[in-house]
């Protein structure tokens, strides 16, 4: 079992910032990738942006640029950092684990004003 507690998530103006964190406890050897996604309301869950354990990553095109995903294996921590924030980008964003099987986080809202 793997548990993963996000943080980080508020209320931001457009172009501002934010910084996204993950925790994963339990079976945390299992894990091979980890990632963001994002559900927006009436809309489907995305893919934001993945980083597997060797450090790879890749991000969704409307992210490209203004996001970037790290992982602190030491503290079992990924973050995404989130610049220049849009009203688009307001959503709530899920931490996801792949190890045997699929771990989600609780969700942090995140919410951009224009």
């Known amino acids: 079992q793997v548990q993963l507690v996000e943080s980080g998530g508020g209320l931001v103006q457009a172009g501002g910032s934010l910084r996204l964190s993950c925790a994963a406890s339990g079976s945390i050897f299992s894990i091979n990738a980890m990632g963001w996604y994002r559900q927006a309301p009436g809309k489907q869950r995305e893919l934001v942006a993945g980083?597997?354990?060797?450090?790879?990553?890749n991000y969704a095109d409307s992210v490209k640029g203004r996001f970037t995903i790290s992982r602190d294996n030491a503290k079992n921590t990924v973050y995404l950092q989130m610049n220049s924030l849009k009203p688009e980008d307001t959503a709530v964003y899920y931490c996801n684990a792949h190890a045997r099987y699929i771990y989600w986080g609780q969700g942090t809202q995140v919410t951009v004003s224009s």
């Open positions: 980083i597997t354990s060797g450090g790879v990553t």
